[in-house]
């Protein structure tokens, strides 16, 4: 009882229950209750997981990495003569700190200077292992640290360096600093868990943080346990930008990552935290094969799981542990496999929904004067060719801005050394005047003035003189020289980019703490934390406001100033993206434009739809196949068990053959009414797989045992026999087969 009411509700605890019995029993609590039920509960959790292991071997299961190979049916269990796609796996990994664990500690002492030294760890020595393969062991995920790449580097000859895609989002990103990265909690040993979940919410698999914050090794390890069991990858992560690149210049997963097609994306909620050039690039909508997913499930896993940090805080490592184990086992058994069919219907109705906005498109075209959809690949390239070319100044015109400054700066040092040299020097009295020793050293300063003045005016000069000799030489400019007035308009752009970047930095730290206030089990302390950091972030965003405003009045033409209630309303940093200016004027482009900005996401959207629909189908027909062979494959087993004697083996594959096969037919429920919806493609008939493993001889009782009931074929009347084209006798027996077949399916 205590088992299942915790895998419901994680946040039910030991002690709580244990009190709740003895209050139902009339006695009074007392702490080794709650010590008498933990060693107890531990035991029967280890029975059962003995069990399970002794189940798998009778089932043949216990090969290495069975689980990971076989736990998503939607995405694992391939078929004969599937179409192929793009892109065949895809999952998602991510961070999550909430299921820390404190790490018990002797009080702190002080050394000889006065300086607090942690105390001595009281954790108690525990051999035990939680059961299960979720986890990877510490010391596969320690291989891929810095010290543990030092042999992996010695000899590695890197390729030709990796384009930056996402080359300013580093600073938008926490877990991108090396600095944050390499900090250590203090308070806690295991400091969250880093779990890897497919697009249909089934865990893969998940590695403690230990001691850190969210370091790349932990990546690392699961995307190379990954591509080594599972081969052709598709991943996405919240920083997938930096993470694609670090993962192309390791020496160790470079090459398997090249060897199975690996591709990095960032999630649809993330992916408008980065900036422009980076959605491009690798947000989900503008890559082929995609489909609709948004590789965000570890949100929504976090989202349930975090309620387990209440009973695993202060436990021991193993309990910890044990606790994340067997809750994840739950989810996929119940959570993410009840569920499948409902995902797999909603995401189809998305799908539909979708493309029937195509004529709502076709009207935009025909306003907008397009004529193919065609051209949004054209527009989209374009976007990509002029954002690029903002990656990085001209290294001309970033000599002419710098020529500019300088000539400036030597305008202003010639006026101030001019205007020292004609101040009168000061009369100076005979050295027995009482006023002698004040003007003698009103004198000793205007002449160090001088001197640094000249020297300042000497080294401007100098520095003048050098970019000029870099820019071809030419006469030094003048202030009514075109190329002066010029240089003056760039570097007003450049101050204006540099002012709107950090409007746009400021805003959209803004936008992430606002959503935080509002999120479910934030702690009160916290809410009152991020309201005063509002407080005080609204006043910096508007002095961003208003040095963005100067620098746009500054423009030649100015540009429109932003309003409060306007950077208020952004809600996404795209919004930001029309505001910048380059050496080319894109305002009157038609892909800068909102209108055609919305109609190219729209034409993207539609072929991700499309792309959505193939890769549906192949899931659906899978998942049906899937309940099928599983069924028969259990109830084989079942029965050869009860035929050799072994009735408790017997009884358990029963109980496994259930734990499943209560949500068939709830799963063939919505899966036939969503056949019958207009535009779905798909098939409900069951396939072949490709994996043998679940072959079992027929029976000709299978059928019987299997469905509840099977109805009966129909009556033959008088005429039944005849074939009505005049070509020969109809074969009834063959007829009648197909309709059973069909109403076995249906049924």
Known sequence: MFRILQLCCPHLGIQPFVRALCDIHGVAPRPYLTTQFSIAFDVYLAIRANIDARVQVTLGRNTPNWRLKNTCPACMYKLEREAPIPLPFLATIDGNNSLKRFWRREREEFDADGKSVPGASKERLDNCVAPGDYYLPRGEVDKW????????MRGFVPGSEVEDEGEGCTERWQNMKEDMTAWAYGMYDETGIFPALCRHGFLLVVVDMVKSGELAKYGFAVTAYLLQVLGELGLGYDIGCKY???????????TLAADNSFRVLIGAFHGHAHNRRCQLNNLTTYVSGMGLEDLEGCEKYFSQSNALAATTRYATAFHRQQAITTYMKHTDTVGAYQ???????????????????????????ASMGVESRSVFETWLEKEKAYLASLKKEPAHETLQ???YQKLVNLCDHEERLDAIIGVEAPFIPAPQDAMYAQAAAQTQRMETQRC???????????????LEIRLGGGPRWKPEDKEWMEAAMMLRNRRYQRALDELEGLVVARMFELSKVNMSDTGYKLRKHIAKALQARSKAVKSALETYNAAAAALSPPRTPLTWDQIVDYAFLSNFDPLREGREDIRDEPWAQPGGRLAMDQHYKLLRADEEIARLNLEIRRFVTYMRDEEAFLLHHERRLRS?????????????????????????DRLVKLSKEPGFTASLLPGIGINKEREVPAREDDDVEML????????????????????????????ADTLEHFLRVTT
């Open 339 to 365: 569920g499948l069919s409902l995902l797999l219907a909603s995401k189809y109705r998305r799908a539909l929904k979708i493309k029937g906005t195509l004529p709502l498109l076709r009207q935009t075209m």
């Open 644 to 668: 050799d004697g072994n009735e408790a083996l017997a009884h358990q594959v029963w109980l496994q053959r259930r734990e499943r096969a209560r949500f068939n037919p709830v799963d063939m």
């Open 452 to 466: 640094h003045a000249a020297e300042v005016h000497a080294k401007t000069l100098a520095a003048v003189q050098d």
């Open 145 to 152: 640290s810095k010290e543990g790449l030092e042999d992996l």
């Open 401 to 403: 801005m710098e020529y």
């Open 708 to 735: 509840d009931a099977t109805p009966a074929a129909p009556p033959r009347h008088e005429g039944d026999g005849e074939d009505v084209d005049g070509g020969g006798d109809i074969d009834v027996d063959a007829v």
């Open 244 to 254: 694609g690149k670090m993962v192309r210049m390791h020496p160790a997963l470079s």
